[in-house]
């Protein structure tokens, strides 16, 4: 990198606590931020642990490897290149200066060029009409892509003319004020508005075909494998706690059949060719007003408020009149992007909470180990094991049993435990509590179907560390290490720190570094060390993993991260425009070698916008971005536009997935 970067030329946005614009917390998490924190638990903070003089380090940091090591040719699995070298300085481009951030541009570095994949409104089922922003149908939007695109995987890679591949898309949540011209406020909006905003949640299904390594991926329109997946789409539960009496509605006394998925954020791509999709903020949709609460079990998920309208539409996001509905959500879900006629799972052995997305490694013994991050200021980190071991092959039989592997297994939830910061370093040791293991219950006074429903309120009791905002958890294939991002949190006091979120009023964010324990993603216990503490790399609380910060990019709020076949970690972020005045981005840094630390911006995202779905071309040629919320800007309207991306001359900002190519 030569040029000096651009730092604070413009004042920085009004936000809401963390960085985001108001509008991004009113239409994203329902203002969740600006609410009290859920977690009132008892929970110790490490920095109570330290003070009474627990003290430890024996972590022996194990170098195996082989176990996280999956060989599907998949963008969203990246296959590790067994010893290969670091290069220094091979970062593979010339880094970005930051992008003020009312800049309305995609910007990528010199020699790369940017086309659209798919925008929101595209035609995503064969005889789907074309966009018409002024012309939106629910019966439409069913059959188009959806709006804000967060979670991006690629199965099937491939760079040579007539490369076919499928792209599966989260889409999370809508921006009601930029989709009508005429929308006032929820309770403004029509019964069809409501529809059209309901099907434009969910996720998308499209083929992809590409021609050439310096050509981007087009949709297909007419692929086999299209489908689009929404509030009416049927879905299945399974595991512990399908069935149960918890998940039993007026429309589904089996409590096994839910209508559609909500808030879907980011998410992962598991080794036998799913998709994994994280129900997040999915509160908002419920209308709480009178509903019980005698033991705190809404509130404890932030299930308290007005919702978004949408028991106008459909009685059961009325909590008082349904009061089991908003159980079926806040899980992780899996689709099987080959068969479009398939019930996409809702996996309750999973937990239920604000599931930011859930990655898979394998263990030594071929069991599959699903990392996640309960979005939210002062939750937790978990880790599911199945029960049983992934089988390899493409057989029919195969599959079968793949598609089974996370309806049953162990719960765990993380502890971190510091060693003091003595040797400069935020580090120490951990361990995986149990929640659920051998199909019993490990927390007193809840059975195993409650420890599932009720996660968080199980995980308050067993004594796990309250973390900042824990975003994206996910394993390198590379070097058998997990990266975890924790995006922000403002009200974190200097009481309330410890050494694995070591900084009062975190508005920058950090990455911790996992190492298992024998290299095994099956472990209890792990090594852990804060790799990447966000922010200016002037303001002296920043830390690169020691490298040299004179000439490395700032960065803050961590959100999703990605590893590319070297096992560099990329790192898309929400929240930059708040925070450092710039757009968000997408950045790279090398995790081992001489590198370590060595994070160069590659993009930036246009105005409003934040950056998700790094998707990392196998070939280390190109990449994937999502670009959601563009234009979400207080004040901005269809009327007063502040973005249009993807600038195709409709004149307004549609959310959508890039590819970034070689010119
Ligand atoms: Fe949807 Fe945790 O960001
Ligand atoms: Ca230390
Ligand atoms: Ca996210
Ligand atoms: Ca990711």
Not at 159 to 178: P, Q, R
Request: include cysteine; aromatic fraction near 8%; hydrophobic fraction near 35%.
């Amino acid at each position: 990198m030569t040029a000096t970067p651009v730092r604070r030329l413009l004042p920085l946005l009004p936000t809401h606590p963390g960085g985001r614009s108001a509008q991004t917390c009113h239409f994203r998490c329902g203002d969740q931020c600006a609410q009290p924190v859920p977690n009132t638990s008892g929970n110790r903070y490490f920095g109570d642990v330290l003070a009474e003089g627990i003290s430890r380090r024996s972590v022996v940091r194990a170098g195996a490897l082989g176990a996280a090591v999956v060989g599907l040719a998949s963008w969203g699995q990246a296959t590790p290149a067994a010893a290969r070298p670091t290069h220094a300085g091979s970062h593979g481009f010339t880094a970005i200066d930051p992008v003020p951030s009312t800049v309305d541009a995609v910007t990528v570095p010199e020699g790369y060029r940017w086309e659209p994949v798919a925008s929101w409104g595209d035609p995503v089922l064969p005889g789907a009409p074309a966009f018409d922003f002024d012309a939106q149908t629910p019966e439409a939007q069913r059959q188009q892509f959806g709006y804000n695109c967060d979670y991006v995987a690629v199965l099937g890679a491939g760079n040579a003319a007539g490369a076919k591949a499928v792209m599966v898309v989260n889409h999370e949540y809508t921006n009601d004020n930029l989709m009508f011209r005429d929308y006032t406020d929820a309770a403004g909006l029509s019964i069809e508005q409501l529809e059209i905003i309901m099907a434009a949640h969910g996720m998308s299904v499209v083929e992809v075909r590409r021609q050439g390594a310096r050509r981007a991926w087009r949709v297909d329109p007419a692929g086999r494998r299209n489908r689009r997946i929404h509030t009416h789409t049927e879905l299945r539960l399974d595991g512990p706690a399908a069935g149960s009496e918890h998940l039993r509605t007026s429309a589904d006394p089996t409590g096994t059949v839910v209508l559609g998925t909500l808030n879907n954020c980011a998410g992962g791509t598991t080794p036998w060719g799913t998709v994994l999709s994280g129900e997040e903020n999915f509160h908002q949709y419920f209308n709480a007003t009178g509903a019980a609460d005698p033991d705190g079990r809404l509130r404890r998920y932030g299930i308290t408020g007005g919702g978004r309208g949408w028991e106008r539409a459909d009685s059961r996001f009325l909590v008082a009149e349904e009061p089991n509905e908003v159980n079926r959500h806040g899980w992780i879900v899996e689709v099987d992007p080959e068969d479009p006629t398939s019930a996409p799972v809702k996996h309750t052995a999973l937990g239920r909470f604000k599931h930011e997305g859930a990655t898979v490694a394998l263990a030594a013994d071929g069991r599959a180990v699903a990392y996640m991050g309960d979005d939210e200021r002062y939750d937790y980190l978990y880790k599911f094991v199945s029960a049983q071991s992934m089988r390899r092959g493409n057989s029919a039989a195969a599959r079968r049993h793949n598609l089974q592997l996370l309806a049953e297994g162990d719960l765990y939830v993380a502890r971190f435990t510091g060693d003091g910061f003595e040797d400069g370093v935020y580090d120490g040791t951990g361990e995986w509590l149990p929640l659920v293991l051998d199909g019993r219950s490990q927390v007193p006074g809840f059975t195993v179907a409650e420890v599932l429903v009720w996660t968080r309120l199980a995980a308050d009791t067993v004594g796990a560390t309250k973390m900042d905002r824990p975003e994206d958890v996910e394993p390198n294939p590379a070097n058998g290490r997990v990266y975890a991002a924790l995006t922000n949190n403002t009200r974190r006091t200097p009481g309330e720190i410890d050494e694995a979120n070591p900084r009062a009023n975190n508005r920058f964010g950090h990455v911790i570094e996992i190492d298992p324990d024998g290299g095994d993603h099956a472990s209890r216990t792990f090594g852990w060390n804060i790799v990447l503490v966000c922010g200016d790399p002037e303001d002296p609380t920043t830390y690169y993993a020691g490298f040299d910060k004179s000439d490395v990019s700032p960065i803050s709020c961590p959100d999703n991260v990605a590893f590319d076949r070297e096992g560099n970690l990329w790192i898309s972020t929400d929240g930059q425009p708040g925070t450092l005045g710039y757009n968000d981005g997408l950045f790279m840094m090398p995790v081992d070698g001489d590198q370590r630390g060595n994070l160069q911006q590659f993009l930036a995202v246009p105005v409003g916008a934040e950056t998700c779905g790094p998707v990392i071309d196998p070939t280390g040629l190109s990449v994937l971005v999502a670009v959601q919320h563009p234009g979400e800007v207080t004040g901005a309207s269809p009327d007063t536009v502040v973005s249009q991306f993807p600038y195709l001359g409709d004149g307004q900002p549609r959310p959508g997935v890039i590819h970034v190519v070689p010119q």
